[in-house]
């Protein structure tokens, strides 16, 4: 019995038990339906306040990079960021951030010295200051009844405007202060995307550059290959959803971004270099306003440099407009090498054919036209081919004159023929494009001077790069392509297109009449009497055209308003690999001339194109007799030094160096070293020193090291000797 009733205890505990979660059970269901069926839509509403679609955020793609032919980064992205304080931020409390102000500004000051710790001190209070006296207008409104002023709740942090990336941020966000969280800090860290190119202004314009911020479409491309490729560098946005969490966002990503395609362009950084530096020391020299240079391979129309350089300020230049492909200008003289090729090819004269331009000056009409030598008496008799040579407007004019006076249609017709009118459809946004005019179509814009003034680079517009294009068919063998900037688009490192070169004209004028335009531009240059003399080479020979042209100033006329002088053409002379063109406008120095200008120009690059690919071997040189005795050593570590000296069979004296690091100086036919004293905690010397080891000390001293330029240190912008600040930065210049 007393076991009967054990057992029956147990099951009833049991049953009790099951009973009670039979009623939760039923309770939790009851309740479900409830909240479903009575409270549905309210608790639908506050969920949709917690969670948004994914469809409501996008997740930027990283943007594609742009590189040269070979592969060296041109451009790419990276986050920087703008920093304020909001001083109204819940958590944060003045007593606390009085409290703090000074170490903070200290640190401050050591990772961005440009301002002193004072400065920072006096900025970053005046913002706290002005919090006070918001509050105060406040509850002056509140009690008055008035409408309540703003708050202001992003202070610059940095009163100077100053950008930092993301490394420079981590370690603000360690600093006193500002190492507490957002809500108590009122730190706000504002992301913004900035393209950085590696090498600075090479090809800058062409390259192009992007907006800050991403517009509602994803596109940020502002200009140059940028702008034209945005679709593709860009990539494809990915998707998240966003949730709110104990008072955070948080960010999940449900469909991952496709990063953007790599650009891979025509420009050589070589050739970029030598054209950027031959273009930019001729305008200092001449002091002009702006230049421009182009190099294109004649066969495959690619694009190997561009150069665009304006003043913005007095002996200031730097990458400005592309003018190369947007300006629509008067060419000038260049352009008489197309009214030869059409009178040519039209049987109108031969090279050998006698033109007579007298004293230089022609009166035609109402209108004078002089040649350049007007003030010498002229060029008298000459042959067609030495209009060319010579540059002679009046020469040019009156061929044109012969053949063209009563049909200037014809003419203008032959200019289409080769191809200059040509749309050429560039890879540039913003690309101008050849307006040359038809009589029969602009008869009304069309005077009776038109034609002789056209025939020698006025009243036509054409942009710079479309006068290469020209010239280059004349050194591809009559072959007109089209100029292409960029060679292939990549995704992670594989091809997906590569671009071919588009022919616009398979053949722009007859074998024998290509022939005669090629001697001609070959006189120009290597004739004693031509024009183009100075872009004579003994190293490669050069073939190619002059111009001088006045600028227009619209209604204005020519008057005031300054030259323009240009040279265009191609090298080797026999087999052509590369063409050029030189436009260079408003020099202030010297009389505006093509060849001593723009030629000379052309000459330096040329030259400069073909030493970079030559080679000769060690035993065919001669000895140079200006060469040093003993090589010039930088300061430094010891030991790898001595090694490389006693390698080389250099002598050297080091019984005054007692220390690893040494000062080196000739003396007579011996290397003098001595030592370098390294105090410890002592901003060192590093003057004189290489890259290396001169970073390896100012880094082991706990100072953080900006360098600009290569080669031996020749500045530090602390002073050897000061007592070390640790994290500091210090500033050297290398030469």
Known sequence: MAKWSQNTKIRLSYFSVAIVFGFIVIAIILKTIYISSVEGDEWRKRGKEVIKQPADRGVAAPRGNIYSYDGQLMATTEYMYRLYIDFWAEGLKGDTLKKYIEPLSVELAKKFPERSAAQYRSHIMAGWNMRVKEEAKIEEAKKSGKKLPKKTREYKLFENNRQVNYLELKDIKKMPFLGQSKNKSGLIARPFLKRTKPFGTLASRTIGDIFGNYAENGKIGKNGLELEYDSLLRGEPGRSTVRKVNGRIMSVIDVDPIPGKDIISTIDIDIQDITEKALLDKLKEIDAESGTAVIMEVSTGEIKAITNMGRIREGVWTETKNHAVADEIEPGSTFK????????????????????????????????????????????????????????????????????????????????????????????????????????????????????????????????????????????????????????????????????????????????????????????????????????????????????????????????????????????????????????????????????????????????????????????????SLIPMFPKIKSGLFSETKYVMDKLNISYNDNELNGKWFVANTEDDKIILKDRVIVENLVPNVVGMGVKDAVFLLENAGLKVNLTGRGTVISQTITPGTRVVKGQTIGISLK
């Open 337 to 624: 090498v197309a009214s030869m090729m059409v009178a040519l090819e039209d049987g109108v004269v031969t090279p050998d054919d006698p033109v007579d331009v007298g004293n230089g000056l022609y009166q035609y009409g109402t209108a004078l036209m002089t040649d350049h030598n007007a003030n010498r008496g002229g060029y008298g008799n000459i042959t067609a081919s030495k209009a060319i040579r010579y540059s002679s407007n009046i020469g040019v004019a009156k061929i044109i004159l012969k053949g063209y006076k009563n049909n200037p249609e014809k003419y203008v017709e032959g200019l289409y023929r080769i191809g200059l009118n040509e749309d050429l459809g560039l890879e540039i946004p913003g690309a101008g494009r050849a307006k040359i005019r038809m009589p029969k179509k602009d008869r009304s814009n069309w005077s009776a001077t038109a034609l002789p003034w056209m025939s020698f680079g006025y009243e036509t517009q054409i942009p710079p790069i479309y006068m290469l294009t020209f010239f280059n068919a004349i050194a591809n063998d009559g072959k007109m392509v089209k100029p292409i900037f960029v060679k292939e688009i990549q995704q992670n490192g594989k091809t997906v297109e590569r671009k071919k070169t588009k022919v616009v004209r398979n053949k722009i004028c007859s074998d024998k009449t290509l022939a005669q335009i090629r001697e001609m531009l070959y006189d120009v240059v290597n004739q004693k009497d031509g024009t183009g003399k100075p872009a004579h080479s003994n190293f490669v020979e050069i073939s190619g055209k002059t111009g001088t042209a006045q600028i227009s100033r619209g209604g204005a006329g020519y008057a005031g308003g300054g030259h323009q002088v240009s040279f265009c053409g191609y090298f080797p002379s026999s087999s052509p690999k590369y063409s050029f063109i030189v436009v260079i406008r408003k020099p202030r120095n010297g009389a505006p001339s093509g060849g001593l200008m723009s030629g000379a120009v052309c000459k330096a690059i040329a030259e400069g194109i073909v030493s970079k690919s030559m080679v000769q071997k060690v035993e065919d040189c001669s000895l140079d």
